[in-house]
Nanobody, 125 residues
Framework: QVQLVESGGGLVQAGGSLRLSCAAS????????MGWYRQAPGKEREFVAA????????SYAESVKGRFTISRDNAKNTVLLQMDSLKLEDTAVYYC??????????????????WGQGTQVTVSS
């Protein structure tokens, strides 16, 4: 069965860094584009970053450009999100997602194929 398991969340001070990891299993990882979404309390889930199946194409939300970096290792079935210069407004539950469509991952239109359970990131002042 398909599993996306996120890890690496936690509590960090503003300006600090965290690295999230998503381990995938149960499907052909290299066939899928991967992405990260987040949901803050009282807000809708929003797109954060995506990477295409080969790792050669990436996309970021404007709010995280220059601070977050997405990468993947197809040999390890893992996608990473390096988050630097964290801000209070980055506090949210972060979700890993997989989909055959890169466009769908970046726009959030339509139901994405697979989701993880999420990991909490809390940025304190």
């Amino acid at each position: 069965q398909v599993q996306l398991v996120e890890s690496g969340g936690g509590l960090v001070q503003a300006g600090g860094s965290l690295r999230l990891s998503c381990a995938a299993s149960g499907y052909i990882f290299s066939n899928y584009n991967m992405g990260w979404y987040r949901q803050a309390p009282g807000k809708e889930r929003e797109f954060v970053a995506a990477i295409n199946w080969s790792g050669g194409g990436v996309s970021y939300a404007e709010s995280v450009k220059g601070r977050f970096t997405i990468s993947r290792d197809n040999a390890k079935n893992t996608v990473l999100l390096q988050m630097d210069s964290l801000k209070l407004e980055d506090t949210a539950v972060y979700y890993c997602a997989a989909d055959p469509s890169f466009g769908r991952l970046t726009t959030g239109t339509g139901a994405l194929r697979y989701w993880g359970q999420g990991t909490q990131v809390t940025v304190s002042s």
